[in-house]
């Protein structure tokens, strides 16, 4: 049997990466930059994430300019999530691997993996983005109106994410089905005069457009709707420039906000997203936020910015589909192999084989072990997924 599998993992593992790079859009869009040494679920890996910069005069002089101190902030990714998909072989399904016919246990497997780790990276985004554009409820990239810009959508989150200092490479949409269907109509992208090629046209396929590479991914989640008794009649307090706190209060207020629910303020064009869940008491609620108050890059106020006064009106978002304008660093993903998967489950009558694919950084884990009567295999993978620059990432609402 060990010669036998010796020859087969490495088989069902090729069989089984192709179908991963197929299902995994995100990965290799977001930024997976970092170490693939063996680690433990649970273990942190340190993101580095530096501050922006000011210049300053220069002074000729006997002695150089003082040299600031630079600001380096850790972001802590965690290696949260580990998940296997079990599945058992016949001796039958070994001959036809052995021969080198794909076998669908397998790829059903590596697919229920690739999109668990989709919809991680999917889930951090939703959580942690604030900037938006798009109208809920209506889907984006329709054909517009006349003296209405095409992709207007798009056209919108080039510029919050310029606004925000986003550099103008590595940008990509990753949209669901309906998002592109409309995007796929819009003659700006199938004219080849205007598109600058008939890809749209002969494959369906939209490339890269007005600053963007556009995907299509079929597990883009939707966003509900705060748990509140009114998404609309609130009031918010007085509350300073910079300040990531608030209290919201209105006649009648009960329910709770979650991580990712989104809101407005009367007077301020900034959308704000919730980071930490809370329940209303006494019909108020006390709500933690992201961005600070009338602050832009950097946490820095805006120019003249005076705050919220009290007794405006906060606003949350409803229900509504969800693509996604980023870019690629604004997401941190690390993949890891086991510490344990050594000599260790091969002395309990085990066998392990790992390998890398080269497309995603994924380093998926074969596991063999020998049951009652039968054979049980395993596709695991240990990962963890974090935003490290929320402010570059736009939602595209629909």
């Not at 409309?182 to 205007?194: D, K, R, S, T, V």
Request: glycine content about 8%; charged content about 20%; hydrophobic content about 40%.
């Amino acid at each position: 049997m060990p010669n036998s599998l010796a020859t087969l993992m490495p088989k069902i593992l090729a069989a089984a990466l192709p179908v991963l790079r197929e299902n995994c859009v995100l990965p290799r869009l977001v930024n997976t930059n970092y170490s693939t040494d063996a680690a433990k679920q649970g273990q942190e890996v340190t993101i580095p994430v530096t501050a922006a910069k000011v210049t300053q005069p220069v002074v000729p002089g006997a002695f150089s300019n003082s040299t600031p101190d630079i600001v380096i902030s850790d972001v802590k990714l965690n290696l949260n999530y580990w998940e296997e998909v079990p599945f058992y072989l016949t001796d039958k399904d070994f001959e036809e691997i052995d021969s080198g016919m794909v076998n669908d246990q397998v790829s059903e497997a590596a697919r229920a993996i690739a999109n668990s780790v989709n919809a991680s990276i999917f889930a951090e985004m939703y959580m942690a983005s604030y900037n938006s554009v798009g109208v809920p409820g209506t889907t984006p990239f329709a054909i517009p109106g006349v003296g209405q810009p095409s992709a207007k959508e798009a056209i919108d989150a080039k510029k919050l994410l310029g606004r925000w200092l986003a550099p103008e490479t590595d940008r990509y949409i990753v949209m669901n089905d309906e998002a592109e269907a409309n995007a796929l109509g819009l003659p700006l992208f199938q004219q080849a005069l205007q598109a600058g090629t008939d890809a749209t046209v002969r494959d369906g396929r939209i490339d890269r457009k007005l600053g963007f590479d556009w995907y299509k991914d079929q597990i883009v989640p939707t966003a509900s709707a705060p748990l509140l008794s009114t998404l609309t009649t609130a009031t918010v307090g007085t509350t300073a420039v910079g300040a990531k706190s608030a209290i919201l209060s209105a006649g009648v207020l009960t329910g709770s906000v979650k991580p990712g629910d989104t809101f407005k303020v009367a007077g301020d064009v900034q959308d704000y997203v919730i980071t930490a869940s809370a329940v209303a008491s006494g019909n108020q609620i006390a709500i933690s936020f992201e961005p600070g108050v009338n602050t832009r890059a950097g946490g820095l106020p805006i120019a003249g910015a005076t705050g919220w006064t009290s007794a405006l009106a906060a606003t949350f978002t409803p229900a509504h589909a969800l693509s996604f304008a980023f870019h690629k660093n604004a997401v941190a993903c690390a993949f890891r192999t086991m510490s344990d998967s050594g000599s260790t489950i091969a002395e309990l009558g085990g066998f392990v084989e790992t390998m890398v694919d080269p497309f995603t950084g994924m380093p998926l884990r074969l596991e063999v072990r020998r049951e009652h009567k039968r054979t049980r295999w395993s596709l695991d993978l240990l990962w963890g997924t974090k935003a490290t620059r929320r402010e570059h990432i736009a939602r595209i609402r629909g």
